[in-house]
């Protein structure tokens, strides 16, 4: 599965780069979920499958925070991410004449670097508060070195830790499954509106791979994070832990390039090319 993630989500990168209409907002944000998906699952992934085949399974200090402030800072920036690739569809849809003044090239930029800030960031302030205060045990209950499963490990007061990670929930999740959602309302009723048929169909499946991903990522996500502490449970932690560091970004380019006429092209005409470079 790790390396279906790495290819899959390559030839997405590679193909956005190489094939010059796909240098489109669009693409551009697929892009950065694709290197951001393949980070992801590089920062648990490859650790975990060591521990699974040595007898001492471990990770040091310093490790383990470092994985802490990459993988929740890639998942936060993924939250983000997807309603901005949300709202570009938005404006795609809703107002095509004036899409490419108002998501122009330096504002994809800006909302970019923006957007891997700021998870970055607020990971980076989550996993010094934790890893400063007094560990009662130095035992993880967990897949990898997940936020959640460190908290049951503190001794002392925890309630800042806590604060702090509700209003992250609050901003890294509901705020921008807000967004996703208005947006999706905005262009539903635009593509009814919509007189030709192959201009809904076509439409519906620019947003239907995104929709996808979302559902997926977000339901995960939402589950995880979201729950009551009363239903706090080891196996389905571990469940849904892997569901959004495996499951999700090895579906992430196989539903992109299913339903995306473009991609599909994008692919063959790649391939044709080198074949082609090759036999001359």
Known sequence: MYLVILLGNSILIIISILDPRLHTPMYFFLANLS???????????????VNFMSKRKSISFTGCALQMVISLGLGCTE????????FDRYVAICNPL?????????????IATWTWMLGFLYSLLLTLLAMMRPFCDNIIDHLACEILALLKLICGDISLNVFIMTVGNFVFLV????????????????ILRINSSEGRKKAFSTC?????????FYGSALFMYMKPQSKDTKTSDELIGLSYWV???MLNPIIYSLRNKEVKEGVEKVLIKNLYLMRK
């Open 79 to 86: 939250c983000v991410l997807l309603a901005v690739m949300a």
């Open 98 to 110: 004036r899409y490419t003044i108002i998501v122009n090239k330096a504002l994809c930029v800006q």
């Open 247 to 249: 499951v999700t970004p």
């Open 175 to 190: 705020i921008p499954l807000l967004l996703i959602f208005f947006s999706y309302v905005f262009i539903l009723s635009t």
């Open 35 to 49: 290197f951001l998906d393949i980070c992801y699952t590089s920062s648990s992934i490859p650790p975990m499958l």
């Open 208 to 216: 239907s791979a995104h929709l996808t991903v979302v559902i997926l």
